[in-house]
T-cell receptor, first 108, second 112 residues
């Protein structure tokens, strides 16, 4: 089976850096995805990792270690609009399986 | 460019009534299509997926069903809704080559 764990909630200050961790167990591995979901809206794609290492895209970076079954999403220069849920999702031998999401609150 | 349309946006239905949610994709051919449900405080749960017309895979046994009558059309149905069917229903598509999924805007279903 597949299992994805990530913290339920996090709080960070505007302008700071926050790291959201995700650990997973999966049958087969074909990539790890991060999505952002604002309250009441659909998830939107943030990043994709299939090889070990860091992928950087503006203020957002995502890291993957396949041997450890571990990923993190790094958000820099936090803004109030970054308050949202962040979903870790893994594609194994089945369609994408999502974690329950981490609700990030950015405070002034 | 590709777009995905999902409707209605919100729906309030009584217990025991039927359900039909529709999703269509434009700008691509032979997409993989998915139905997910997100209950309050829970993660996204995969309900059905389809890799082609008439091909439906069910992930969770329940009183819901899905159909794909056309290449870019995916329908979620129920003959009799239960209170536990309430949630946020999301349709998504992918090319199936390892890329991410693009979601529709979702339907918030409340069964009363």
């Amino acid at each position: 089976g597949q299992n994805i764990d990530q913290p339920t909630e996090m709080t960070a200050t505007e302008g700071a850096i926050v790291q959201i961790n995700c650990t997973y167990q999966t049958s087969g591995f074909n990539g790890l995805f991060w999505y952002q979901q604002h309250a009441g809206e659909a998830p939107t794609f943030l990043s994709y990792n299939v090889l070990d290492g860091l992928e950087e895209k503006g203020r957002f970076s995502s890291f993957l270690s396949r041997s450890k079954g571990y990923s993190y999403l790094l958000l820099k220069e936090l803004q109030m609009k970054d308050s949202a849920s962040y979903l870790c999702a893994v594609k194994g031998n089945t369609p994408l399986v999502f974690g329950k999401g981490t609700r990030l609150s950015v405070i002034a | 460019s590709q777009t995905i349309h999902q409707w209605p946006a919100t729906l309030v239905q009584p217990v025991g009534s039927p359900l039909s949610l529709e999703c269509t994709v434009e700008g691509t051919s032979n997409p993989n299509l998915y139905w997910y449900r997100q209950a309050a405080g829970r993660g996204l749960q995969l309900l059905f997926y389809s890799v082609g017309i008439g091909q439906i895979s069910s992930e969770v046994p329940q009183n819901l069903s899905a159909s794909r009558p056309q290449d870019r059309q995916f329908i979620l149905s129920s003959k009799k809704l239960l209170l536990s069917d309430s949630g946020f229903y999301l349709c998504a598509w992918s090319t199936g080559t390892g890329d991410g999924y693009t979601f529709g805007s979702g339907t918030r279903l409340t069964v009363v």
